[in-house]
């Protein structure tokens, strides 16, 4: 919706009046309606400050609250539309269906409003296309591929194995992530406690001193004084700065480009969510060749359903040099996203009239190298666990007990 200023004459005096329209002609014929008099100029402006803020409360508390769909509520859906579409019962049939039987409330807030869009003769990936963000660009790009080839069943199968890998995934990089997760919240804890009940005990010791403290006891003292006088601001801060980059990154299109652009330099997570992309990508584009979907038509339909936007810019690129007469692979090289092994099996491919099978290939290896990091996550993890313990107790120990040592010396000497 745009936001139309209407500029009015009505008694020999000019009114101003804004109102939300799809178009100037529609803002026209709301302003004959509702406002008295001639209608001078209508100009699209921009929104009021109140319909801002009100707009961005709503995009906030989406984005933050908005109840998610469980996965495997959308997976099951999906496959029982598979299995009715199979079974020669209608689109139309199987989505009331498909209403009826869902216990998760959201999905089945969706499939109502895609039952009433189907009825108004929407297709089916133009109601879903309503909902990208709930369902997914890889749900919308594999419904696409069964209304262009007019097999919707075996595109709706294979979308609810494709989420399935997709899941499995996920569950796999959760739990990989679990031990290190605890470990470094224990440890957090720990430390705490120690800053909040046994550093205060010290502090009182330590001001008798009356000498210099050395480095390590002032750090350890200093990081006591934040965490006694200013911990609960310290905590809203990191919740609020955790919303906050939630909230941005969902809806701020440069700060998702920055962010998805630096996220693939951090040490280990980088190469997770490009192997993870990548061979979502090659999947979902070794599905649509092998369904004969033309490679240009197919490029564009898989690189939708890439999340990260360095990555699909690059792969963007590749659409427009295949539709300049370039070559698959040369292509590929050109993104520096395939090295020399995948680039020749692609090459291989094209020669051979085997693309589908050698991209497949392809998808295999980055989920094969995907797995591999996922597996020894906890390998990888381990010696900066280990070397981030070790700075934890080195400090604490220096801390506290190099004061006491110096205590003992001059006990000692006087």
Do not use: C
């Not at 440890?187 to 330590?206: C, D, G, H, R």
């Not at 990508?281 to 360095?310: K, R, W, Y």
């Not at 040099?321 to 996203?337: E, H, I, N, P, Y």
């Amino acid at each position: 919706m745009k936001y139309f200023e209407i500029i009015y004459l009505f008694k020999g005096r000019k009114g101003r009046k804004v109102l939300r329209a799809e178009s100037r002609m529609d803002a026209l014929s709301i302003a004959k309606l509702k406002l008295p008099g001639i209608i001078i100029r209508i100009t699209e402006t921009s929104a009021p400050i109140e319909d801002r803020v009100v707009e961005f409360q709503k995009q906030f508390t989406n984005t933050l609250l908005k109840p998610k769909i469980k996965i495997d509520s959308l997976i099951s859906s999906i496959r029982q539309l598979g299995v009715m579409t199979n079974a020669g019962i209608s689109i139309h049939d199987s989505v009331k269906e498909v209403t009826k039987t869902t216990e998760d409330k959201r999905l089945k807030a969706i499939f109502e409003d895609i039952d009433d869009a189907l009825n108004s003769g929407q297709s089916l990936t133009d109601a879903l296309s309503s909902y990208r963000l709930d369902v997914g660009d890889v749900t919308i790009a594999m419904v696409e591929l069964g209304e262009n080839t007019g097999n919707m069943s075996e595109s709706l199968l294979k979308l609810a194995q494709i989420l399935e890998e997709i899941r499995d995934n996920k569950k796999k990089f959760k739990s990989a992530l679990r031990y290190p997760i605890i470990v470094v919240i224990a440890i957090s804890i720990a430390f705490t406690i120690l800053m909040v009940y046994v550093v205060p005990k010290f502090k009182e010791i330590f001001a008798k001193l009356h000498s210099q403290l050395p480095l390590p006891t002032r750090i350890l003292l200093f990081m006591e004084n934040i965490i006694h006088n200013y911990g609960w601001y310290l905590l809203a801060f990191i919740i609020a700065t955790i919303a906050t980059v939630k909230f941005l990154y969902a809806n701020n299109k440069d700060f998702k480009r920055s962010f998805d652009k630096n996220i693939l330099k951090v040490y280990l997570f980088g190469k997770i969510i490009f192997n993870s992309t990548m061979y979502r990508f090659t999947m979902i584009f070794t599905q649509l060749i092998s369904a004969g979907i033309p490679i240009a038509d197919a490029l564009d339909t898989a690189v939708l359903t890439v999340d990260n936007e360095t990555i699909k810019d690059k792969l963007s690129n590749v659409t427009i040099s295949v539709q300049r007469g370039m070559s698959l692979s040369d292509a590929f090289k050109k993104t520096g996203l395939f090295h020399g092994m995948l680039l020749q099996m692609v090459g291989a491919g094209e020669r051979s009239g085997t693309l589908d099978t050698m991209l497949e290939k392809v998808s295999d290896f980055f989920k094969m190298k995907f797995d591999e990091i996922v597996d020894n996550i906890s390998s990888y993890i381990e010696p900066i666990l280990i070397g981030f313990i070790a700075v934890m107790v080195l400090m604490m120990a220096l801390g506290i007990f190099l004061p006491m040592w110096d205590l003992a010396s001059a006990v000692r000497k006087g």
